[in-house]
C-alpha cells in the first residue's frame, strides 16, 4: 500500500523552510527518502528505520515517528539545489519491497 | 565506480508486442529492484531480485516478469504489450535491502 505524501507542492524562496510529510496506515519497518531532479533518476537522501531515529543529509533532516507511522523530511535554509521531486518508500517490514509515495515537488526559487 | 546501466535508454512497440530491458546493477550489488514510473502513479514497485532469487513482487500483472543472472545483471520482460505499460522502467541495485539504492537512467518505453 502507499504511503500518503503532504503536501504534493511546495513553493519557496531560497533560505526558507519547508516540511514534507509521508504517512502509513501500517507498521513499518523503515522509511526511505529519494530526491528526484527533472530527466534524471532518484537519488538517496536518507534511511531511517523503527525506532524514531533522526538523520540528517547536508541541511536536509528526516524523522520517524513509529507510534503514528509517520515520517517528516525537513528542508532547513533552501538552497536552489533543492529543487526537485521528493519520494519517500516505506516498507512494512524486512520484505524487500519498497513501496512510494506520489512525491512533493519542491520549487526553490532566488 | 561505474554506476547502474540500463539499456536500451528508449524504445517503441506497438500493442500486443513483447519487450526486454536489461539492467547491470553496481559491482558488487547483489539486490535488483525494478520499479514502473508514470506520471499519474508515481513510483510502483515490480519486483526485487537477490542471488537469482525473486524475493518480492509488486501487484503487476504475470504480463511482466523478470529474472536475475548470476552476475547480478537482470532483465525484466513484458508481454503482449498495452498502450498503459508506456512508462520509464527504473532498476536500482544496493548491497542488501533495505540499504541505500542507486537507480539506473531508466528505459522510456512508449507502446503505440
Given amino acids: ?110 | 565506480k561505474a554506476g547502474v546501466t540500463q539499456t536500451p535508454r528508449y524504445l517503441i512497440k506497438t500493442r500486443g508486442q513483447q519487450v526486454t530491458l536489461s539492467c547491470s546493477p553496481i559491482s558488487g550489488h547483489r539486490s535488483v529492484s525494478w520499479y514502473q514510473q508514470t506520471p499519474g502513479q508515481g513510483l510502483q514497485f515490480l519486483f526485487e531480485y537477490f542471488s537469482e532469487t525473486q524475493r518480492n513482487k509488486g501487484n503487476f500483472p504475470g504480463r511482466f516478469s523478470g529474472r536475475q543472472f548470476s552476475n547480478s545483471r537482470s532483465e525484466m520482460n513484458v508481454s503482449t504489450l498495452e498502450l498503459g505499460d508506456s512508462a520509464l522502467y527504473l532498476c536500482a541495485s544496493s548491497l542488501t535491502s533495505p540499504n541505500e539504492q542507486f537507480f539506473g537512467p531508466g528505459t522510456r518505453l512508449t507502446v503505440l
Fill in chain 1, 1 to 110: 500500500q502507499q504511503p500518503v505524501q503532504s503536501p504534493q507542492a511546495v513553493i519557496l524562496r531560497e533560505g526558507e523552510d519547508a516540511v514534507i510529510n509521508c504517512s502509513s496506515s501500517k507498521a513499518l519497518y523503515s522509511v526511505h527518502w529519494y530526491r528526484q531532479k527533472h530527466g534524471e533518476a532518484p537519488v538517496f537522501l536518507m534511511i531511517l528505520l523503527k525506532g524514531g531515529e533522526q538523520k540528517g543529509h547536508e541541511k536536509i533532516s528526516a524523522s520517524f515517528n513509529e507510534k503514528k507511522q509517520q515520517s517528516s523530511l525537513y528542508l532547513t535554509a533552501s538552497q536552489l539545489s533543492y529543487s526537485g521531486t521528493y519520494f519517500c518508500g516505506t516498507q512494512r517490514s524486512n520484505d524487500y519491497k519498497l513501496s512510494f509515495g506520489a512525491g512533493t515537488t519542491v520549487t526553490v526559487r532566488a
